[in-house]
């Protein structure tokens, strides 16, 4: 079946044969959408032959994103730490110069405080755009670990990897964060939506639908 993804650049989009996200560059529409992992297991007398591999492929991923896990719940709280120091320090600032700790009775310390105040309000944009980045690269690593490890619907006490989630170190991090991950994601799809800049991997479900309706 040909796809629908576009040609000639490099797209992440999932493997049709293990379902990893990986890259592609396609030459055309009837380029298959299988990944190098899995070339050779086209065919059904491969089957037995593709099962292993894939789950040497997949416990690898796992295993890679556990390894972040723990990095990401830190550096999502230290993000968000930053930008509530960035607030306060900006908003000092601003008082310091409301109070009129710059005399601008003279043309001189009207210009002055106005060259502060812009170059104020380039390092605030500046500060804020690099904490986004940072918030954005956390979070993103949250929402992959999540789709490993979240409750079982079908298995009430079960994480999705299989173990009870009292012995699931995964879900017991991302359950302090959860919802500040949730609520990140909720809002950059309103982000996606209204054709804004967002933080959403190229992965998610509505980024990927995005690129192939383009």
């Not at 723990?70 to 709280?77: C, D, F, H, K, Y």
């Not at 949250?142 to 619907?153: E, I, V, Y």
């Not at 017991?172 to 959860?178: A, K, P, Q, S, T």
Request: proline share 6%.
């Amino acid at each position: 079946m040909p796809h629908q993804h576009p040609l000639h650049a490099d797209v992440d989009v999932p493997c049709l044969c293990c379902g990893s996200v990986q890259r592609f560059r396609f030459a055309s529409a009837s380029d298959q959408v299988v990944c190098s992992h899995c070339r050779s297991h086209l065919g059904p007398e491969r089957a037995e032959q593709r099962d292993r591999e894939h789950i040497v492929l997949w416990r690898g991923i796992l295993e890679a994103h556990d390894r972040d896990a723990r990095g990401a719940a830190e550096a999502a709280v230290a993000a968000a730490s930053d930008s509530a120091e960035l607030v306060a320090r900006l908003t000092a600032e601003r008082d310091q110069l409301r109070a009129g700790a710059i005399d601008t009775a003279s043309e001189v310390g009207a210009a002055l405080q106005d060259q502060l105040r812009d170059d104020r309000v380039r390092r605030a944009e500046r500060a804020t755009q690099l904490t986004a980045k940072r918030v954005d690269t956390a979070m993103v690593a949250l929402w992959r670990l999540q789709a490993f490890h979240h409750p079982d619907p079908k298995k009430p006490g079960t994480c999705t990897c299989g173990r009870p989630l009292p012995a699931c170190g995964e879900s017991r991090i991302l359950e302090g964060v959860r919802q500040e991950m949730l609520d990140w994601e909720r809002r950059n799809l309103e982000l996606l939506r209204a054709g804004k800049r967002h933080g959403l991997p190229p992965e998610h479900p509505d980024v990927a639908g995005a690129a192939g309706r383009r």
